[in-house]
RNA sequence: GGCGGCAUAGCCAAGCGGUAAGGCAUGAGCCUGCAAAGCUUUGAUCCCCGGUUCGAAUCCGGGUGCCGCCUCCA
């Protein structure tokens, strides 16, 4: 397969570190609040590569760490009154539920930074050794960026020395200089290390993870994959990079994968412009399942822009899906290599070409209908497509559920019966051609945002949005 | 100011030099007691100007317009 490296600006055919295995990383949540859909888009998206690398037959490493420590969850705590713990294990627990919620796998390692400091106290004494850190009177210690001949070279920058002086520390040798370590005097949140009472920088934590929980320490660079958002290039990954670069003599990652933002009205959800939109809230109008189709469904470095027409449109697109599924129900799988899953793979390789990927699963929906209402008893056939429809649930995603409860969400037990009750009398009526009044019980149906569709094998119906 | 991305039918969106995928919406037809679903069908020369080429949405140059990063950020 073929994936775009953004630090190398190019698509390259992906070759892994290992044969067959393949270590992949991604920045996770700092769990100070709740997930936004920006980071559905991310999760969905190193999901799916995920989920594709293992239908290619690698064997997956994939790490998304928790950001369990910092400012934002202290200050979070200091305003609420409660400790940082609780913050940090609330919203770690909201995290997990709602990306589960759109389908995001788990992944199989997600290391806490809380947990990792030993080894970035590890990497700390090691470019402090090396002279790629210093330690300044207060205790805080920074990574000296004039130490590293490569600094900058991942996000493609001349200098930074036109970058705003906020909180200029006068000790710090270069105002680009970042702190792998901050002292702490007070009682405040603090971890016992060898250079004192002290928090660990953000940057550090991803790299020193990645070195003792990920790499399988061979070849010329720690992992084969780093991703993340795009706004994380600079200043997170190039300082990552360096981190890693100056302690280690290897290079962080092979291939840099970066998401494009979610945008709302065009435009960057963020606090300041309090345009944030809570996956969770978004999760009370719309069907997780719908949300992974629709947020999935451009090509993962292009923005997003966010919006319930293009949902709704999207919604239809896979409701076309279930339909499918539907004149499917009753068979059982039985697994068949299918032409379809090649092309599936082999669009999705292209560097995730998801529309690619849409429009095969189209074509396969319109062949499938046309060849079932000419033929709808061929067992060979049926079973193929069931096959298929397999297949577009382990790599995608999507399309698992029970077809029938797909078009009845959110509907509780005394409406699907009074709806069923109503169907039975109109297919009396219409067996006794009485039409006006089994329209009037459609009219009836329609009313209460049910759609009703008369087929060979009995009525069914589906909620219209 | 520095760096980067994007601009394709009403909307979303592929395309990576050889004559514009797919979906939603719309109009028409088939099917249907009538519908729904399904099927068929309807529509763009690709932001503008110049260049390279037998040939460009695709390459080069110059514009215009949006967006992002440079501060915590998916």
Redesign the pocket.
């Known amino acids: 397969m073929t994936l775009y490296d953004s630090v190398k ?1 190019t ?1 390259l055919p992906f070759e892994p570190l290992q044969e067959g295995k393949v270590s992949l990383y ?5 769990v100070y609040d709740d997930a ?4 559905a ?3 969905l998206v190193f999901d799916l590569l995920r989920r594709v690398l293992e239908a290619e037959g690698y064997e997956v490493t994939f790490a998304r760490n928790i ?1 369990d420590i ?3 969850i202290i200050n979070k705590a200091r305003d609420l009154g409660i400790s940082t713990n609780e913050i940090a294990e609330r919203y770690t627990a909201a995290y997990h539920r709602d990306m589960a919620s759109i389908g995001v796998r788990q992944p199989t390692l997600e290391p806490k930074a809380t947990e990792s400091i030993e080894p970035m106290c590890e990497m700390i004494q090691n470019l402090i050794n090396k002279k790629h850190a210093y330690v300044i009177s207060n205790g805080d210690i920074y990574f000296d960026t004039s130490s590293d001949k490569n600094y900058l070279s991942l ?6 020395e ?3 002086r ?2 200029r520390v006068s000790e710090k040798r270069s ?1 680009a200089d ?1 702190a792998l370590w901050k002292a702490v005097h007070d009682e405040g949140v603090a971890f016992d290390s060898p250079f004192g009472r002290g928090r660990p920088g ?2 550090l934590e991803c790299s020193a993870m990645i070195e003792r929980f990920v790499s399988p320490h061979v070849g010329d660079y720690a992992i084969d994959i780093h ?10 990954h190039e300082n990552e990079a360096a981190q890693t670069r100056c302690a280690t003599n290897h290079e962080l990652a092979k291939y840099w994968i ?6 709302i009205d ?8 309090g345009n944030s939109f809570f996956l969770k809230d978004a999760l009370k109008a719309y069907d997780g399942e719908v949300l992974r189709f629709y947020l999935l ?3 993962y ?5 966010f ?1 319930e ?2 949902l ?3 919604k ?2 896979l ?2 899906l279930y ?2 599924k ?1 004149r499917l129900f009753g068979l059982t799988a039985e697994m068949i290599d299918t032409e379809f899953k090649r092309n599936l793979l082999q669009a999705l390789g ?2 995730l ?4 990927t ?6 396969l ?6 060849a ?2 000419q033929n709808p008893k061929d067992k060979t056939y049926r079973q193929i497509l069931l096959s298929a429809l397999q297949n577009i649930e382990t790599i995608l995603g999507f399309g698992g559920q029970n077809p029938f409860e797909y078009f009845q969400l959110g509907l509780d037990e005394a409406t699907k019966t009074k709806i069923d009750t109503l169907i039975t009398r ?1 297919t009396e ?2 067996k006794a ?1 009485d ?2 009044a ?2 009037a019980i ?1 009219d009836e149906l329609t009313a209460m945002g049910i ?5 060979a094998n009995g ?2 119906w ?1 909620i219209r949005d």
């Open positions: 600006k698509k991604v920045c996770g949540p700092t936004h859909l920006g980071h888009k991310s999760a950001t910092d400012d934002k996000s493609n920058r001349q200098s930074n036109n970058i705003s906020v909180e105002e970042f953000w940057h991703g993340g958002g795009a706004d994380l290039l600079f200043p997170h970066h998401n494009g933002f979610v945008t065009g435009e960057k959800m963020s606090k300041s412009l469904s451009t090509h470095r292009g923005d997003f822009n919006n027409e293009d709704i449109a999207s239809r697109r409701d076309r339909r499918l539907k292209d560097d070409n998801v529309s690619r849409y429009a095969l699963i189209d074509e929906i319109n062949s499938a209908n046309e079932l209402d109109r009526a219409k051609k039409f006006p089994s329209d459609r759609a009703i569709m008369d087929t009525t069914f589906e």
